[in-house]
C-alpha cells in the first residue's frame, strides 16, 4: 500500500485576524472555512489550494506558547509549495516584491530551485520546483 499524500497542513499563530489578512492575499482568496472546532479546543480558518489542498490557520483559544517561531526547534522547519517552473518561481519572487513581502531571492541547489520568505509570525515559508 502507497503512503498517501498531503492532504493539509495546519499551522498556529499569533493574531487570526492578521494572518488571515496575510494569508489572503497571499493566496489570492479567501478562507473557505472560520470556526471553533466542536470540542472548543481550537479555531481554525482554512484556505483551499490548487489541487484540493488545505492550508489551516488555528489559535488555542490564548493556550498558545507565545514563543516566536524558530525552525531550529524540533518541530515544523518549514512549508514548501510546489510551482511548476524556475519561471513561475521567478514570477512569484516579483509577486512577493509587490507585496512588500521580504524573500531570499530564487536559490538553485543539486536537488531543486527554491524560494524561501516568513510570514507574519515569522514561520519559514517556500515556494519549490524540482531540478532545472
Do not use: C
Not at 496575510?22 to 479555531?43: C, I, M, N, Q, T
Request: hydrophobic share 35%; no cysteine.
Amino acid at each position: 500500500m502507497a503512503f498517501p499524500g498531503l492532504q493539509h497542513v495546519a499551522i498556529t499563530v499569533t493574531d487570526l485576524e492578521r494572518s488571515t489578512r496575510w494569508y489572503s492575499v497571499l493566496f489570492g482568496a479567501d478562507p473557505v472555512l472560520d470556526e471553533d472546532e466542536e470540542g472548543g479546543r481550537f479555531h481554525h480558518t482554512v484556505f483551499v489550494l490548487e489541487g484540493g489542498q488545505l492550508f489551516g490557520l488555528h489559535t488555542h483559544q490564548g493556550r498558545e506558547s507565545g514563543d516566536a517561531f524558530d525552525e531550529e526547534r524540533t518541530g515544523l522547519d518549514h512549508v514548501g509549495f510546489a510551482v511548476g517552473s524556475v519561471a513561475e518561481l521567478e514570477q512569484w519572487q516579483a509577486r512577493l516584491d509587490e507585496l512588500g513581502v521580504e524573500h531570499g531571492g530564487v536559490k538553485r541547489a543539486g536537488y531543486g530551485v527554491g524560494l524561501s520568505f516568513r510570514d507574519p509570525d515569522n514561520i519559514a515559508l517556500e515556494l519549490f520546483t524540482g531540478p532545472e
